[in-house]
């Protein structure tokens, strides 16, 4: 704020700091560096195309204040941090075999008022060039929280292996869920905008229009992780007429009763901060030890500002207050949750959606919900699972839904999870399309 050409910007202990006030900091030498974020895109400034940076300068810090000190008479220094550098856009690394796709969303940029461009990057299948009027089925896949169509495209650069005897071949479409604020998670929301209308109605009929897909429900698949993992199943579950099936691996809270091992539904209501003996609250762990905890893990999303995992649900969940910002779920000195703003979360708790539109749901969700989860969840994202499933169960659901033992967030992806998800893929395409299958 107040940053004006030719003015010294006092940074001291109004200013938000991360893990305690500057006044704080202790005796050393420091490494300090300025960067101006102006990106609407990346979720991490530092990644932000066209923020403007410095140099890094090392300083040695005495713990002196900005005031005159006494004992030597000198004033302290004025340290210029001179915007002179931007961040670059990386080059693409475009092959024959993926390919990066822009479109001009209208959507988004009426929501925003300003242009805005949705990406993503296209995986052709091994025999794409050699039958040129083969279509094929495709599968949107959505990263974890963090990851981007540019890394996800890097996989994907050599021709891929033709699939096993009996399999089916796919299009794969990539998607990040990139955003200022963090992942969007494909859902519509009053800060993020149409994220789940601009993909159904803009991204996917042009994927459909540029590559030979098979253009139907049915032969439209989606998968992800993580955040990527409740992407997709919030794309099933509101938009059934689109996809024809989702499977997901370790997806955020599924269930806002278990969000994290906190039930954000309690009465009286709950804070994050704190259990109800008072002691602080986990929000990851390393095996069964508690390793990082809500409350400095909220302080230092909300000192980044934008980008960081609590505040990117905020984003979503949350209404927006009168200068567009999300609403804060917590009170942040005590971590109690605000029960106006949960009003909104309640929207988007996937489990409540299911048993309120079970009705209209049952018939397009037949066979069309698989998920996978460790029991020892590294985010304690397991819980919601769990209460998921006792869901669909009491609902008479065939939802094919894993709790793996020992598994945590990062290694339930086994290869023989992924070869058993391919496998239902393409058996449910084929039962659908049996006029694409391989000719013995």
Not at 12 to 17: A, G, N, R, V
Not at 314 to 321: G, I, M, N, R
Not at 363 to 376: E, S
């Amino acid at each position: 704020r107040d940053l004006e050409p030719g003015k010294p910007l006092v940074v001291d202990d109004k200013w938000d700091s991360f893990p305690g006030k500057l006044s704080k900091l202790e005796p050393g030498d420091y490494y300090i560096q300025a960067l101006l974020d102006h990106d609407i895109y990346a979720s991490d400034h530092n990644r932000g195309v066209g923020n403007f940076y410095s140099q890094v300068h090392h300083i040695h810090w005495t713990g002196m204040t900005a005031k005159e000190d006494k004992s030597t008479k000198e004033k302290p220094v004025t340290l210029e941090l001179i915007l002179n550098q931007v961040i670059p856009e990386k080059p693409y690394p475009e092959s024959d075999w993926v390919k990066k796709l822009v479109i001009y969303s209208p959507r988004l940029s009426l929501f925003h008022g300003r242009e805005v461009l949705s990406h993503a990057s296209v995986s052709l299948p091994a025999s794409y060039y050699d039958q040129p009027t083969r279509r094929y089925p495709v599968i949107y896949v959505i990263s974890g929280f963090g990851g981007t169509y540019h890394s996800m495209a890097r996989r994907y650069l050599k021709q891929p292996t033709p699939p096993e005897e009996g399999q089916a071949e796919f299009i794969r479409v990539l998607l990040d869920g990139q955003c200022k604020w963090g992942h969007h998670v494909y859902a519509d929301s009053a800060t993020n905008g149409p994220r789940g209308a601009s993909l159904v109605q803009e991204m996917i009929p042009e994927v459909d229009r540029r590559y030979r897909t098979v253009a139907a429900r049915t032969a439209r698949f989606v998968t992800g992780h993580s955040s990527g993992g409740w992407s997709c199943l919030w794309l099933q579950v509101n938009y059934p007429d689109t996809f024809g099936g989702a499977w997901s691996t370790s997806p955020d809270s599924v269930d806002f009763r278990d969000y994290q091992q906190v039930n954000l539904y309690a009465e009286p209501p709950p804070s994050l901060y704190y259990d109800e003996e008072g002691e602080l609250r986990p929000v990851a762990r390393r095996g069964t030890e508690p390793w990082l905890w809500y409350e400095p893990f909220g302080r230092m999303d909300d000192c980044i500002g934008r980008g960081g995992q609590l505040k990117s649900f905020e984003a979503v969940f949350s209404p927006a207050d009168e200068f567009g910002l999300p609403q804060l779920l917590w009170d942040r000195k005590t971590g109690v949750v605000d029960r106006r703003v949960l009003g909104g979360w309640r929207n988007y708790d996937i489990n409540v959606l299911i048993e309120r539109r079970w009705k209209h749901l049952e018939p397009k969700l037949k066979g069309n919900i698989h998920i996978a989860m460790g029991d020892l969840d590294t985010f304690y994202l397991d819980g919601a699972v769990v209460q998921i499933r006792k869901t669909l169960e009491k609902l008479k659901s065939d939802a094919d839904i894993e709790m793996l033992e020992g598994k945590n967030h990062g290694n339930v992806r086994t290869p023989a999870l992924m070869k058993k998800y391919h496998r239902q893929m393409s058996e449910q395409f084929f039962r659908d399309h049996p006029e694409h299958r391989p000719q013995e």
